[in-house]
């Protein structure tokens, strides 16, 4: 059964730090992209951040740029997002995704990646 699992949420005080985990089963991430997507309350997702597993390449929405870092460790077939000095409007419901195509760039279109988690909760309070 093809599962994505993030974890690592939380609520965390402004300036503060959470590593999210996305978890692959069912699948090797090596030839996919992974992608990070947040979404607040009454607000569209968006995309925050993503890599791309064959050759490392990564992207940062420029809302995040210089404070989140994409990672991954292909041994656990798991990416990471190490999410440093965070604001109040990082507060949100996190997702991964994946796109077999390997490339990285996000879009907004949701039926373009083929496999979504469930989301984990970040809540940053001022």
């Known amino acids: 059964q093809v599962q994505l699992v993030e974890s690592g949420g939380g609520l965390v005080q402004a300036g503060g730090s959470l590593r999210l985990s996305c978890a692959a089963s069912g699948f090797t991430m090596d030839s996919y992209s992974i992608h990070w997507f947040r979404q607040a309350p009454g607000k569209e997702r968006e995309g925050v951040s993503c890599?791309?597993?064959?050759?490392?390449?990564?992207y940062y929405a420029d809302s995040v740029k210089g404070r989140f870092h994409i990672s991954s460790d292909n041994a656990k077939n798991t990416v990471y997002l190490q999410m440093n000095s965070l604001k109040p409007e990082d507060t949100g419901v996190y997702y991964c995704?994946?796109?077999?195509?390997?490339?990285?760039?996000?879009?907004?279109?949701?039926?373009?990646?083929?496999?979504w988690g469930q989301g984990t909760q970040v809540t940053v309070s001022s």
């Open positions: 890599i791309s597993l064959r050759d490392g390449t990564t």
């Open positions: 995704a994946a796109d077999s195509s390997g490339v990285p760039v996000m879009t907004d279109d949701t039926t373009w990646y083929d496999y």
